[in-house]
């Protein structure tokens, strides 16, 4: 029987609903400056009549935005859901020619962009129908325009379950970014379950703090924020500040972060957190990639029980595992080491192999998922959507396997193993080793060509204080590590490179490598 109705909320209502149960409010704090509840709606509503009236944008429209994160990004991302467009938020850090190929590629309609971004209007001039700046000048920038249309009516545009909300693009690990469809009714349904399994008992006496871009994984965090009248706190500044966010956790009785491991890492080591009260956090959520052992103990140690970790991939807006406060602990004996967590709430996962049978409890395999929370696919790329899924399975390109009580552990991404004399080698078990080391803060290994082998590992090391010499360090390995799985080198670095959201990525550190001439290209 087909449904009687696919219609579903469109999710600038959620907005709409904490302005109206709690008008006086404040809703978003940015620096110096707080908007209520109400002042939001209001501002987002005229910014979405002047979409509609000034630049003719309706139901389908894609919105490309390049901005840091800002008060006029958050609105408007509900501007446009109210008119039944598609938010398209870039990677601010990313080139100018990288965010006109997303013009192109998502068939952009319209362009909001922070006014410093000068190369990126250029870049994207021709390809947009109209540019709308952040904190410019003229009539063609923001708030003059919300100014103008000040009072404007705008009824939320008629949305159907599968109507495209956001397109979030891939952060691009591997060839160019692909832009997962994200839909009102899949996203209803990710906000719904991130406040069931992630932050139980959220409600408007909390504060929430965002450390990462509003373009990803911090966006759809904010998204369950308005959704249940919770406050949200923008540091000022643009740069990643520890001081600043300890601050503002102790000043604004933050209840929950989102993050992922690195960011969780620079804050726990960084000495202001003895400086500030931070005792109202119940919820310090990583994702991203699982946190190493030595730093989840040292976070568990500062903060106490309140770390969260989830795994899901951008197609799946993060609704894959959970790891709860309850099952996380700085003692050996009382955790399940490794594993990020069970699936989430109406979301079933597997372990599959190449042939797409559920593998056995502790076998190796490939982590596939289906339920309400997977995306609709990805924007004009029938190849990419071909390869993504297999009998209505989602792949998520991920390795790991399953216990028999069903929690997950990863292994590490498909495109991340090698193989090094006939055997399978998967970096994470080394990085895991490698990070008990006193004298090593940070670690990266990868597979590089070996003539002998056919691949062999290189271990990337950042040192806590004085670096040890590379041999010392591969004889204190070697008693930790069956000698296959040794890498043949190990480099020191001053740091990581590390992508916009805070994550090291291989394809950064392997591009950094043969730009070091550590390897050979190829």
Same mark, same amino acid.
């Given at each position: ?106 068939? $952009? ?123 949200? /706190? ?22 929950? /972060? ?117 995306? $609709? ?126 994550? /090291? ?18």
């Amino acid at each position: 029987m087909k449904p009687v109705s696919t219609r579903v909320m469109n999710l600038s209502h959620f907005l709409t609903e904490s302005a109206r149960r709690h008008p006086d409010d404040i809703g978003l704090v940015w620096g110096k400056a707080h908007w209520s509840w109400a002042g939001l709606e209001a501002r987002a509503t005229a910014f979405a009549a002047a979409l509609r009236d000034r630049y003719g944008a309706g139901k389908g429209d894609r919105i490309l935005v390049q901005s840091a994160n800002c008060n006029q990004m958050f609105e408007a991302a509900y501007a446009c859901w109210k008119l039944g467009c598609v938010w398209v938020p870039a990677n601010y850090r990313q080139t100018p020619e990288e965010v006109a190929w997303l013009a192109r590629s998502s068939g $952009a309609k319209g362009l909001l962009v922070g006014a410093g971004f000068a190369g990126h209007i250029a870049a994207c001039a021709d390809l947009v129908d109209f540019t709308v700046t952040i904190g410019g000048d003229g009539p063609d920038d923001y708030d003059a325009l919300v100014t103008d249309h000040e009072g404007a009516q705008v009824t939320p545009v008629p949305v159907d379950r599968d109507d495209p909300a956001w397109f979030f693009y891939t952060s691009g690990t591997t060839g160019m970014p692909k832009a997962a469809v994200l839909t009102h009714g899949q996203m209803a349904f990710v906000i719904t379950n991130h406040l069931c399994d992630l932050m139980p008992a959220t409600g408007p006496w909390d504060a929430s703090i965002v450390v990462a871009p509003l373009s990803h994984g911090a966006g759809i965090h904010q998204l369950a924020q308005v959704a249940h009248g919770v406050k949200t /706190i923008l540091p000022a500044g643009v740069r990643f500040d520890p001081e600043d966010i300890w601050r503002l956790v102790a000043k604004w009785r933050v209840t929950n /972060i989102f993050t992922v491991p690195t960011i969780v890492k620079l804050l726990v080591e960084h000495e202001s957190v003895h400086a500030y009260d931070h005792s109202s956090l119940r919820y310090v959520i990583y994702a991203g990639a699982p946190m190493y052992r030595a730093d989840q103990v040292r976070a568990l140690d500062v903060l106490g029980p309140v770390l969260v970790q989830y795994f899901g991939l951008g197609e799946v807006t993060g609704n894959i595992t959970v790891l709860p406060p309850l099952h996380h602990s700085a003692d050996d004996a009382l955790m399940r080491l490794g594993t990020c967590g069970f699936a989430r709430t109406g979301m079933q996962v597997q372990v599959q192999d190449k042939l797409g049978r559920e593998c056995a409890a502790d076998e190796t395999g490939e982590v596939a998922v289906i339920g309400p929370a997977v995306f $609709a696919g990805y924007h004009d790329n029938p190849q990419a959507n071909a390869s993504s899924f297999r009998d209505g399975w989602f792949l998520t390109g991920d390795l790991g396997h399953m216990d028999d009580e069903g929690f997950l552990y990863l292994t590490g991404r498909a495109s991340d193993m090698y193989i090094s004399g006939g055997s399978n080698i998967y970096p994470r078990e080394i990085e895991e080793k490698i990070l008990l080391h006193p004298n090593i803060s940070e670690t990266a290994v990868l597979g590089v060509p070996d003539p002998t082998w056919g691949e062999v590992g290189i271990a990337v090391c950042v040192a806590r204080g004085q670096a040890p010499a590379s041999d010392a360090v591969l004889d204190w390995l070697d008693t930790r590590l069956p000698r296959y799985k040794m890498p043949k080198k190990v480099v020191f670095w001053d740091e990581m490179p590390k992508s916009a959201y805070g994550k /090291i990525t291989k394809k950064m550190i392997r591009a950094e490598l043969l730009a070091r001439g550590e390897i050979a290209d190829g």
